[in-house]
């Protein structure tokens, strides 16, 4: 049972940064999250200093995500540098990058390959959504600004109005709906306040989601209703009310690890 306790949230938060510390590279490294592109550093001019490693990085990483880049597709430096018109060592950076962030698995001491996904891998995600999700909620609930409660309560509104009609209208991808689970997921981090090492173990796990989206193709109508359950987690903190705000939120993943083992087990031959 949750308690009110502060000394349980510092417990918790510190669980995140364990989690967060095992999927970073080096300290104070900058690296993007699925929710929102990666930021360039600039100078004291404010110049952008995105360096080519950066922009490899970038560029690949959205490609595997997207799922331009399939799983077990090899990365080949040569064929990766030619592509992105740099030189072999950015994209050597690049490729280090991705194997930290989980993304590129290495079968040798010259292969790599786009990491894969199974059912156990989906279902060890979840495992760690669980942990980190509910809590999530939890702490946003009771954490909200008065604005911030607003923007929950507005952003329930939005997701009562997806329907199979409304989604029609968006394209192939449907990237109009996946926005705003993006904009949820950013209130949501915005909401945990001082807990920065939460939010960030939370960026790094939607990676990950963002490609088992794009493998599992829900159908319109578990983007409808699981609009209805982000609305019922975005209602339930704008409330305040941090028990509801949970289960809610464990209702919802447990409905969306079901769909995907579901369409994963028709796709597999």
Do not use: C
């Not at 997701?159 to 409304?166: L, S």
């Amino acid at each position: 049972m949750y308690t009110e306790d502060p000394r349980y949230d510092l417990i918790l938060d510190r669980a995140a940064l364990y989690v967060y510390i095992g999927q970073v590279t080096a300290a104070g490294s900058e690296q993007a999250t699925a929710s929102e592109p990666i930021r360039e550093r600039g100078d004291s001019a404010g110049r952008s200093t995105l360096t080519a490693a950066d922009r490899a990085y970038a560029t690949l990483r959205a490609a595997i995500i997207d799922g331009d880049l399939a799983p077990g597709a090899p990365l080949a430096e040569v064929e990766q540098s030619t592509r992105l018109g740099m030189s072999r060592t950015p994209v050597r950076e690049a490729f280090a990058r991705l194997t930290d962030d989980g993304l590129a698995t290495e079968l040798g001491p010259r292969t790599l390959v786009v990491s894969t996904i199974d059912a156990d891998d989906v279902t060890a995600l979840f495992d760690l959504r669980r942990a980190l999700d509910e809590q999530a909620a939890r702490l946003a609930a009771r954490r909200a600004t008065p604005e911030q409660r607003e923007r929950f309560r507005t952003l329930a509104e939005r997701f009562a109005n997806v329907t199979t009609a409304t989604l029609s209208d968006d394209d192939a991808g449907r990237h109009g709906y996946y926005a705003l689970v993006t904009e949820f997921d950013a209130t949501i981090d915005q909401a945990l306040g001082r807990s920065p090492h939460l939010a960030a173990a939370l960026a790094r796990v939607r990676t990950h989601l963002a490609r088992v989206r794009r493998l599992a193709h829900d159908d319109d109508a578990r983007l409808v209703a699981s609009a209805a359950e982000h609305g019922a987690i975005a209602a339930a903190i704008a409330d305040g009310d941090a028990e509801r705000a949970a289960h809610a939120t464990h209702l919802h993943l447990h409905n969306a690890l079901t769909s995907i083992h579901a369409h994963l087990k028709e796709s597999t031959p």
